[in-house]
């Protein structure tokens, strides 16, 4: 299984960044997956997550700024963040095994993103 993040970089607040997590060594079609980040000093935190039938839910913090989405014929996953606040600031990760919540079971390298004036 591999999981390869792109697309963060160092943006200034109100600003947008897609994210973007291309996949290969598993059947992407039947998998559930999430997006998890974790800030400067802090620990992991869920951010959004789209299960196999195609459903997505978000942490209440980004609701209405991220929206995560997915390409099956090109097994890629994206986070589409608008409106980027400086608290967005961390280091954004692409999990496999879970929509919701921590309990994943491959996770990626990682893509920084950093928000500040």
């Known amino acids: 299984v591999q999981l390869v993040e792109s697309g963060g970089g160092f943006v200034q607040p109100g600003s947008s960044l897609n994210l973007t997590c291309e996949t290969s060594?598993?059947?992407?079609?039947?998998?559930?997956m999430s997006w998890i980040r974790q800030p400067p000093g802090t620990g992991l935190e869920w951010v959004a997550g789209i299960w196999s039938d195609g459903a997505a839910a978000n942490r209440q913090s980004v609701e209405g700024r991220f929206t995560i989405s997915k390409n099956s014929a090109k097994s890629a996953l994206y986070l589409q963040m608008n409106d980027l606040k400086i608290e967005d600031t961390a280091i954004y990760f692409c999990?496999?095994?879970?929509?919701?919540?921590?309990?994943?079971?491959?996770r990626g390298q990682g893509t920084q993103v950093t928000v500040s004036s």
């Open positions: 060594g598993f059947i992407f079609d039947r998998a559930d």
């Open positions: 999990v496999k095994g879970t929509a919701y919540g921590l309990n994943y079971d491959y």
